[in-house]
């Protein structure tokens, strides 16, 4: 079974650029999550879908963050501007309905210069 | 609110010692609790789990054990290698299976072993 796949691995922008980020869950699964994890720090949810509806995203920072799951299947974030506090690697995340588990993709490290 | 805290690390060790990484959480109701590691290069796995009182998560040799009278759930393996060098993220979920359920993490302890 295919896991969660993330692109790009590594991006590198200047402040005020605009960068976006794709994922692809597990295939059937229903969730999906993107996650913030700063250097030393555990991951920060960001948004949750279920399938192409936003579940949570109060800690997204909407005046810069936005993500969009259409057709309930793979997801994009994008950041317009970003900022330096956004060097971070962003974690894409699914599971299946009434599961408590997530599988997790290999991430994608923003380095924001 | 819900929160997890962890042990800072780094924690280094000698091949074959004896592992233990402190865990304690704060949450409403009855959460599951998770061990999550991530290696070097890769993305987060799931290490083991509990969902209630008393259980015990087990998996590569390593154990917990769901405290629910000191709310810990701390990590342990009896004899550790090499390989087991990664960063261990402690996590619980609040809401079990509901759709608005969500894992909140610890800030993670780095593990490092010395052949």
């Known amino acids: 079974e295919a896991g969660v796949a993330q692109s790009p691995r590594y991006k590198i922008i200047e402040k005020r650029q605009s960068v976006a980020f794709w994922c692809n869950p597990i295939s059937g699964h229903a969730t999906l999550y993107w996650y913030q994890q700063i250097l030393g720090q555990g991951p920060k949810l960001l948004i949750q879908?279920?399938?192409?509806?936003?579940?949570?995203d109060s800690q997204l920072p909407k005046d810069r963050f936005s993500a969009e799951r259409l057709k309930g299947v793979d997801s994009t974030l994008k950041i317009q501007p970003a900022k330096l506090e956004d060097s971070a690697v962003y974690l894409c995340?699914?599971?299946?309905?009434?599961?408590?588990?997530?599988?997790f993709g290999p991430g994608t490290r923003l380095t924001v210069l | 609110g819900n929160s997890v805290t962890q042990m800072e690390g780094p924690v280094t060790l000698s091949e074959e010692a004896f592992l233990t990484i402190n865990c304690t959480y704060t949450?409403?109701?009855?959460?599951?609790l998770f061990w999550y590691v991530q290696y070097p290069g890769e993305g987060l796995q799931l290490l083991l789990k509990?969902?209630?009182?008393?259980d015990k998560g087990s998996n590569k040799g390593f154990e917990a054990t769901y405290r629910k009278e000191t709310t810990s759930f701390h990590l342990e393996k009896g004899s550790v290698q090499v390989s087991d060098s990664a960063v261990y993220f402690c996590a619980l979920n609040a809401l079990g299976y509901s759709s608005a359920s969500k894992i909140i993490f610890g800030s993670g302890t780095r593990l490092s072993i010395r052949p």
């Open positions: 995340a699914s599971s299946p309905l009434d599961s408590d588990e997530q599988f």
């Open positions: 509990a969902t209630k009182a008393d």
């Open positions: 879908f279920q399938n192409n509806g936003v579940v949570d």
């Open positions: 949450a409403t109701g009855y959460p599951s």
